[in-house]
């Protein structure tokens, strides 16, 4: 179920331009990426120099591999997949290793959803594939709000059509069907990073909203966050420390991103926007996130929230990625995002950079591929544990 604000995007063309007879040159190098080990930790200084970016024609990904497709083992340090045609590639984040995963049928071309470990994927919804083989998930294709369980991938939940309902299935068996609703309607249900505790936003069973915490198997559910009547929470995303939640508030005028933290249950406004906000995306480094900002009939901005000053800033500016439609896929580290851009909307071919937060600059991985997404390898976590007495925040 797509939000509420959510449009058809409208598809855009670009036409080349001619291109007059240069003399030949020495072709040029691409910018390398940062190791964020070594660069400097410190905020930045204001600079009037635009960042070195790489050519917005020239992607590291210049040419795929033919052969067999083997969905073998995530590359360490993050592996960027995407789908060219009926097949699946992945590729490291400087290019190199470009090898097919999987040969995709025409009812598993759509939407890819990596499993924590990134040893399995979820196609479509409907679809799971591992060394095992492929398998039916037991849930329908269109039902966008399929979650893995972390940290291993054995479990997915979803509500239902109708939202009244959370089901719990067995990502190795279809079969598997346990009800673990916890609230009277689900609009989103998501793991904690351990595993052990469900964290859902909708309506509780005494009729109040806002967001509820419940053991792993649906029990003993609590409010964390008390919100507004008509206020909506389409976005749900856990801190990858496991300390925190990140959350998008729709009120109805206006749509912020927050960020609730488990040790007192206090809750703080990170950012607010007039656009609706999409792809709330949590970083592997505890206190990185990412947004989209915008329609997706118009251009979408992505922001991410500066852990060393607490501040948001916009990615791209002064890169070949400003005045595009700019989105997160996923976090590398604390320091580089996987984004997608197009020349509008939100679907459809896009072009894959890493942005580096530390120094400004982009680098183009790949140009017009499919469902880009980021395969990485999840870090475990303690438990969630919520002192009883706190009473929940109040948006």
């Known amino acids: ?233 389409p976005e749900l995303a856990p801190d990858a420390g496991g300390a925190a939640l990140w959350f998008v508030a729709d009120t109805g005028t206006s749509f912020r991103v927050h960020q609730l933290r488990f040790e007192d249950l206090a809750v703080s406004e990170v950012s607010s926007e007039q656009a609706p906000i999409s792809a709330l995306t949590a970083g592997p480094v505890a206190g990185t996130v990412a947004w989209a900002v915008g329609l997706c009939n118009s251009t979408t901005t992505a922001r991410v929230r500066d852990e060393r000053s607490g501040t948001v800033v916009d990615v791209g500016p002064g890169t070949p990625l400003e005045g595009r439609s700019v989105a997160p896929l996923g976090w590398l580290d604390g320091a580089r995002v996987v984004v997608t851009a197009r020349p509008l909307g939100c679907e459809g071919p896009a072009d894959v950079w890493i942005w580096n937060l530390l120094d400004g600059a982009a680098t183009l991985v790949a140009s017009n591929v499919e469902v880009p997404q980021l395969r990485t390898v999840a870090e475990p976590v303690a438990p969630l544990a919520v002192a009883p007495e706190l009473p929940p925040a109040q948006l």
């Open 1 to 233: 179920m797509a939000p509420r604000w959510l449009v058809r995007c409208v598809a855009a063309s670009v036409a080349l331009a001619a291109c007059a007879p240069e003399p030949e040159r020495a072709e040029p190098t691409l910018a390398p990426l940062v190791d964020p080990v070594t660069a400097p930790v410190e905020t930045a200084a204001t600079t009037t120099t635009i960042a070195p970016s790489s050519d917005p024609t020239r992607p590291l990904v210049a040419a795929l591999p033919e052969g067999e497709c083997a969905l073998g083992s995530p590359v360490p340090g993050g592996e960027i997949t995407f789908a060219v045609g009926e097949r699946l590639y992945g590729v490291a984040p400087d290019g190199s290793g470009a090898r097919c995963l999987l040969t995709l049928r025409e009812d598993q071309r759509g939407r890819v959803q990596w499993s924590p470990r990134g040893d399995r994927v979820l196609l479509r919804s409907a679809t799971v594939v591992d060394a095992a083989g492929v398998r039916g998930s037991g849930y329908l294709e269109d039902n966008e709000r399929v979650r893995w369980q972390p940290p291993g991938g054995d479990l997915l939940i979803a509500p239902t059509a109708s939202s009244r309902t959370l089901v719990r299935r067995s990502s190795s068996s279809a079969d598997t069907r346990t009800e673990v609703t916890f609230l009277a309607v689900t609009d989103l249900a998501v793991y904690h990073p351990s595993g052990a505790a469900m964290i859902g936003a909708g309506t509780f069973l005494d009729g109040g909203r806002g967001i509820a915490l419940a053991d792993g198997d649906g029990a003993a559910p609590r409010p964390v966050v008390l919100a507004p009547e008509r206020t909506v929470v």
